[in-house]
């Protein structure tokens, strides 16, 4: 039997606001406990709170970087239900009249085609507090700091069919929120949240099987591992005659498994209703366009730029956008090299990202310049040192050493394009291995590889290769 897997997701990215979505609090991360939660936030008697403006730009930025309706007016609603770390009794959310809706965001399949996939809704709420259990033996600590901070919740369709699909579509709105500075991504902190819902069905069913929601996922490596756990758990519940039962369930990553956390509330259970102290948002066109006219380049345009200026591939201008501090070293590569676009990507995405990863650190951190690594790159270009050298050189610069010309001169690594000096150590190659240049002449083309090698060696590995190929064929079947 093939089962096929359905996945939707819910992200809650947490606006880059200095203070809070209906109070004067901050919204700093890491501070004292309830050192951050006003009046407002805890809900006290006779408070009113007041929406904060920029949350409204920023959801309005959000709605046009995945292609939605803005809309003219939405309505925040009272999400009644009762837990600790919410003194309220109900979060402010919207509901029926979300201020973003119908978007989508194209993803990158592993085969390179294109997969839209459609953004349900996007509205804005306030975050409820913490409730800490790892301090307290027999009790439950609760920070407030965190009610009040603003949220936009973006709900996809039931789109991705896999959960490396939905790791490329969390990546591209992950890198979107960045581009569009209203959220920093921060997964550990919480910034940038994921619930995945997940079900499964027999392909073709036209009808969808029952979804479990997944939450404590803070990792795209967790979100992956989570979703392909689930998969297939409710297909072994399935083949053995059982059902899926529609619930909460906790990722554990020590485990690598999820577990019920609790049975899932319908909607009509929070008695949703417009909150009476609120007045609804009225967007106007004018608002939308001067938010507009004040995008940056996103992603996917820059992706088509890199396509059109630079010849790069589609894959390799989507991972050199995925930020933009990245484009940028990038584009300063390149700039830097004299322009060798495809040399530049492969430096960056291959040498420099590996290294990267390696030291666990970010693009902004990289011990070598994107100036440096385009002298490295231009070296290699104009055949001042061949690939194999430059890795080397590179690993020195990585180390504190200098600047490329710095480190070939100290080294005396420049590569030997002087063409007398390759055909006499070409000469002496050949005179060395006699019973080689017989056996070469009698047929033995693999042998051409050893010849190479030798003059290679004798070298120091920095004969030009074009030239030392071309003197070797004509000396060889001389
Ligand atoms: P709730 O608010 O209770 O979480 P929603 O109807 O808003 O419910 O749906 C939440 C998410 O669940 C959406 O991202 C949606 O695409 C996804 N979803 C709905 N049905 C399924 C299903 N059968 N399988 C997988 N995902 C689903
Ligand atoms: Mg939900």
Same mark, same amino acid.
């Given at each position: 039997?093939?089962?096929?897997?359905?996945?939707?997701?819910?992200?809650?990215?947490?606006?880059?606001?200095?203070?809070?979505?209906?109070?004067?609090?901050?919204?700093?991360?890491?501070?004292?406990?309830?050192?951050?939660?006003?009046?407002?936030?805890?809900?006290? #008697?006779?408070?009113?709170?007041?929406?904060?403006?920029?949350?409204?730009?920023?959801?309005?930025?959000?709605?046009?970087?995945?292609?939605?309706?803005?809309?003219?007016?939405?309505?925040?609603?009272?999400?009644?239900?009762?837990?600790?770390?919410? #003194?309220?009794?109900?979060?402010?959310?919207?509901?029926?009249?979300?201020?973003?809706?119908?978007?989508?965001?194209?993803?990158?399949?592993?085969?390179?085609?294109?997969?839209?996939?459609?953004?349900?809704?996007?509205?804005?709420?306030?975050?409820?507090?913490?409730?800490?259990?790892?301090?307290?033996?027999?009790?439950?600590?609760?920070?407030?700091?965190?009610?009040?901070? #603003?949220?936009?919740?973006?709900?996809?369709?039931?789109?991705?069919?896999?959960?490396?699909?939905?790791?490329?579509?969390?990546?591209?709105?992950?890198?979107?929120?960045?581009?569009?500075?209203? !959220?920093?991504?921060?997964?550990?902190?919480?910034?940038?949240? !994921?619930?995945?819902?997940?079900?499964?069905?027999?392909?073709?069913?036209?009808?969808?099987?029952?979804?479990?929601?997944?939450?404590?996922?803070?990792?795209?490596?967790?979100?992956?591992?989570?979703?392909?756990?689930?998969?297939?758990?409710?297909?072994?519940?399935?083949?053995?005659?059982?059902?899926?039962?529609?619930?909460?369930?906790?990722?554990?990553?020590?485990?690598?498994?999820?577990?019920?956390?609790?049975?899932?509330?319908?909607?009509?259970?929070?008695?949703?209703?417009?909150?009476?102290?609120?007045?609804?948002?009225?967007?106007?066109?004018?608002?939308?366009?001067?938010?507009?006219?004040?995008?940056?380049?996103?992603?996917?345009?820059?992706?088509?730029?890199?396509?059109?200026?630079?010849?790069?591939?589609?894959?390799?201008?989507?991972?050199?956008?995925?930020?933009?501090?990245?484009?940028?070293?990038?584009?300063?590569?390149?700039?830097?090299? $004299?322009?060798?676009?495809?040399?530049?990507?492969?430096?960056?995405?291959?040498?420099?990202?590996?290294?990267?990863?390696?030291?666990?650190?970010?693009?902004?951190?990289?011990?070598?310049?994107?100036?440096?690594?385009?002298?490295?790159?231009?070296?290699?270009?104009?055949?001042?040192?061949?690939?194999?050298?430059?890795?080397?050189?590179?690993?020195?610069?990585?180390?504190?050493?200098?600047?490329?010309?710095?480190?070939?001169?100290?080294?005396?690594?420049?590569?030997?394009?002087?063409?007398?000096?390759?055909?006499?150590?070409?000469?002496?190659?050949?005179?060395?291995?006699?019973?080689?240049?017989?056996?070469?002449?009698? $047929?033995?083309?693999?042998?051409? $590889?050893?010849?190479?090698?030798?003059?290679?060696?004798?070298?120091?590995?920095?004969?030009? #290769?074009?030239?030392?190929?071309?003197?070797?064929?004509?000396?060889?079947?001389?």
């Amino acid at each position: 039997m093939e089962w096929e897997t359905v996945i939707g997701l819910e992200v809650h990215a947490q606006l880059s606001t200095k203070s809070k979505i209906f109070s004067g609090a901050a919204t700093q991360f890491g501070a004292e406990p309830n050192t951050q939660a006003c009046a407002i936030d805890l809900g006290f #008697p006779g408070v009113l709170p007041v929406l904060n403006a920029e949350v409204i730009r920023m959801a309005i930025k959000l709605g046009l970087g995945i292609n939605a309706e803005i809309a003219p007016r939405s309505v925040f609603a009272r999400k009644n239900y009762f837990y600790p770390d919410l #003194p309220k009794g109900y979060q402010i959310s919207q509901y029926e009249l979300p201020i973003v809706k119908k978007g989508f965001l194209d993803i990158l399949l592993e085969d390179g085609s294109v997969k839209r996939i459609n953004i349900t809704r996007a509205h804005l709420e306030e975050d409820a507090g913490k409730s800490l259990h790892e301090d307290f033996h027999g009790q439950s600590g609760i920070d407030l700091n965190r009610a009040g901070t #603003p949220l936009l919740e973006i709900v996809s369709e039931p789109d991705m069919r896999s959960a490396k699909e939905a790791i490329a579509y969390l990546k591209v709105l992950h890198s979107l929120v960045r581009y569009l500075e209203i !959220c920093d991504g921060n997964m550990q902190e919480g910034s940038f949240r !994921c619930d995945a819902n997940v079900s499964v069905r027999k392909k073709g069913d036209p009808k969808f099987g029952t979804r479990t929601e997944l939450k404590n996922l803070n990792s795209f490596r967790f979100i992956e591992r989570a979703i392909n756990f689930e998969v297939e758990r409710q297909i072994e519940l399935l083949e053995s005659g059982k059902k899926v039962t529609q619930e909460t369930r906790l990722y554990d990553p020590n485990k690598n498994e999820t577990r019920s956390m609790r049975g899932k509330e319908e909607a009509h259970d929070y008695r949703y209703f417009p909150d009476p102290d609120l007045l609804p948002v009225a967007i106007t066109m004018d608002q939308i366009e001067k938010v507009r006219a004040e995008l940056p380049e996103l992603p996917q345009q820059k992706r088509q730029r890199f396509i059109d200026a630079y010849a790069l591939s589609s894959y390799d201008a989507s991972v050199l956008v995925t930020s933009k501090a990245l484009a940028d070293y990038f584009e300063t590569v390149v700039k830097e090299s $004299g322009n060798q676009p495809k040399l530049a990507a492969n430096w960056v995405m291959g040498e420099l990202s590996g290294a990267l990863n390696k030291a666990n650190l970010e693009i902004t951190e990289s011990p070598v310049t994107a100036a440096q690594l385009g002298k490295l790159v231009q070296r290699i270009a104009d055949n001042t040192i061949s690939g194999k050298l430059a890795k080397t050189i590179f690993e020195a610069m990585w180390n504190g050493e200098g600047d490329v010309d710095a480190i070939i001169e100290k080294r005396g690594l420049k590569q030997v394009t002087d063409s007398s000096a390759i055909e006499a150590l070409v000469d002496k190659i050949i005179a060395a291995n006699p019973a080689q240049l017989a056996d070469y002449r009698a $047929g033995k083309d693999k042998l051409f $590889g050893y010849f190479v090698g030798q003059a290679m060696k004798e070298s120091g590995g920095k004969m030009n #290769p074009q030239q030392l190929n071309e003197v070797l064929k004509k000396k060889l079947n001389a």
